[in-house]
């Protein structure tokens, strides 16, 4: 099996980060993080609801990706409502709405609607990696996450999350490129705002990866040991491998390893900014141009 490696690395356990500092009048927009469960002692699910401030917002609870738009109930302030615009089967429908109970600018205790409608859902008895696979509470808590993006470098923002549109139909060779390099930016936003403001814990567990982030780089891992969730964002697992290839192959390229760096999320943020140049650049298409026999 060929593997890739900037450099041989002692892997990093990440740690997650939980919550945020209290600012006195924070808006409504922004990452919102699920806490558990009021009526639940189970752990907090791995979902989020980004709430952008010109209306749109992306909701990921597991395996289930959403966009659209949302606005404050007209007769309502406290409730917010949700217009989804995904594509194809919506298993809690094209509208839910949030009703906000308690809001100390930190957290948000909420009555969130979808809940009720997901249970509700006709799955039919399909499994389907693009379905809601995580109870949600009806009654929980939102926190703001403790790393806020700006828009134009939001990697929770739809045009930076991209690559989580399960594909329904096999794609070109351009389009797994695109899906590709789509998530090489979402990743680079993520640490490069994680490390501009210097937060206390990396962060990246809402973004399974095909890459293993170390102490001393950034290395491949091996198909079977990428995340079930990533994978099958793909049509199959041979347009999965296809992405994977264009991943490897850009190890190939020329890539300079910082010398210094204070934080682990400066060293991941500068190589992948190398890693896009060279993606935006590279004709993954052409013959020869990736090698999917070497994702093992």
């Known amino acids: 099996m060929k593997k890739y490696l900037l450099l041989l690395l002692p892997v990093v356990v ?9 600012q006195k009048g924070t808006p409504l927009p922004g990452l919102w993080e699920f806490n558990q469960g009021i009526l639940s002692e189970d752990p907090a699910p791995n979902c989020f609801l980004n709430l952008e401030a010109d209306g749109r917002y992306t909701l990921f609870v597991p395996d289930y990706f959403d966009y659209g ?11 917010l409502r949700f217009v989804s615009a995904r594509k194809g089967r919506k298993y809690y429908g094209q509208e839910f709405s949030l009703l906000i109970k308690v809001y100390d600018d930190a957290a948000l205790s909420v009555d969130f ?7 509700q859902a006709d799955l039919n008895g399909v499994f389907d990696y693009d379905l809601v696979t995580t109870r ?10 403790a790393v806020q993006y700006p828009a134009e470098l939001d990697p929770y923002s739809l045009r930076l999350n991209l690559w989580r549109i399960v594909a329904r139909e096999p794609e070109s060779c351009r389009e797994i490129s695109y899906r590709t390099i789509n998530y090489l930016k979402h990743m680079y936003a993520l640490f490069h705002q994680q490390y ?7 962060n990246f567990r809402y973004s399974p990866s095909p890459l293993l982030f170390g102490r001393n780089g950034i290395a491949t891992i091996a198909f079977a040991g990428i995340p079930s969730y990533w994978k099958h964002t793909f049509y199959d697992e041979g347009q999965a491998k296809q992405s994977c290839a264009m991943m490897y192959a850009l190890f190939d390229e020329p890539l300079t390893i910082p010398r210094e760096y204070q934080r682990y999320d400066e060293l991941w943020s500068k190589l992948l900014g190398q890693m ?21």
């Open 276 to 296: 896009l140049q060279h993606a935006l650049k590279k004709d993954f298409c052409s013959p020869g141009a990736i090698d999917t026999a070497s994702v093992q």
């Open 14 to 22: 990440v740690a997650l980060s939980c919550g945020g500092n209290k």
């Open 113 to 119: 609607g979808l809940a009720g409608q997901i249970e």
């Open 69 to 79: 738009q949302w606005h404050k109930d007209e007769t309502d302030t406290n409730r």
């Open 196 to 202: 501009r403001v210097k937060a206390e814990m990396y």
């Open 136 to 145: 949600v509470n009806r009654q929980t808590v939102l926190k703001r996450a």
